[in-house]
């Protein structure tokens, strides 16, 4: 067990450019989770997946963002025209009742 | 709306002596609680977890109390080392009511001091 692993580490990349982030949960988990976060703030929830179903979505989620999970392993969250805004650390989570984090994608919009 | 919060943004402790994190929650849905550890650069790190039916739960040098009736929960870490400074965050969730997201506190930065 390997633990949660994501990639890239870090994204520096241009406002309005498309990115996306690999996330790879620990192997015997179904359920994958994203989060984000600010500095100074709480991870935000995103988004969770059970296997490949994507069950519950945060107002957060702007139709620029996309989350899957095609064959119910490694998740991709992909951000369409980034916005400065978007600069965070995006975090991926996999587990239950008790959620295990992976070192998180810190994403720079300049 | 900030359904948990942690008011004190920083604490700092003497090695050796204990370190109390405080945590509140508004949400009465929220069902089971969870603290967490983070380093610079890294994800939080689970430390440890407590059901609504209980008050206490403990694993080694950390102690997680609930309180329900005062929405508040705490983490006592006994002794402290050099090692527990990082960020703490609690969260919760309305588990049993089948809500999987985690709720975060804006996390209490913990310095250990020799």
């Known amino acids: 067990d390997t633990g949660v692993s994501q990639n890239p580490r870090h994204k520096i990349t241009k406002r309005g450019q498309n990115v996306t982030f690999r996330c790879d949960p620990i192997?015997?988990?179904?359920?994958l989770y994203w989060y984000r976060q600010t500095l100074g703030q709480g991870p935000e929830f995103l988004t969770y997946f059970q296997n490949e179903a994507q069950l519950e979505k945060s107002r957060l989620l702007s139709d620029r963002f996309s989350a899957e999970r095609p064959k119910g392993s490694f998740s991709t969250l992909e951000i369409q025209r980034t916005e400065q805004g978007d600069s965070a650390m995006y975090l991926c989570a996999s587990g239950g009742s008790e959620q295990y984090f992976g070192p998180g994608t810190r994403l720079t919009v300049t | 709306d900030q359904q948990v919060k942690q008011n004190s943004p920083s604490l700092s402790v003497q090695e050796g002596r204990i370190s109390i994190l405080n945590c509140d929650y508004t949400?009465?849905?929220?069902?089971?609680f969870l603290w967490y550890k983070k380093y610079p650069a890294e994800g939080p790190t689970f430390l440890i977890s407590i059901s609504s039916i209980k008050d206490k739960n403990e694993d080694g040098r950390f102690t997680v109390f609930l309180n329900k009736s005062a929405k508040h929960l705490s983490l006592h870490i006994v002794p402290s080392q050099p090692g527990d400074s990082a960020v703490y965050f609690c969260a919760a969730s309305a588990l049993y009511q089948g809500a999987q997201k985690l709720v975060f506190g804006q996390g209490t930065r913990l310095t250990i001091n020799p």
């Open positions: 192997s015997e988990h179904n359920r």
């Open positions: 949400n009465s849905m929220f069902d089971y």
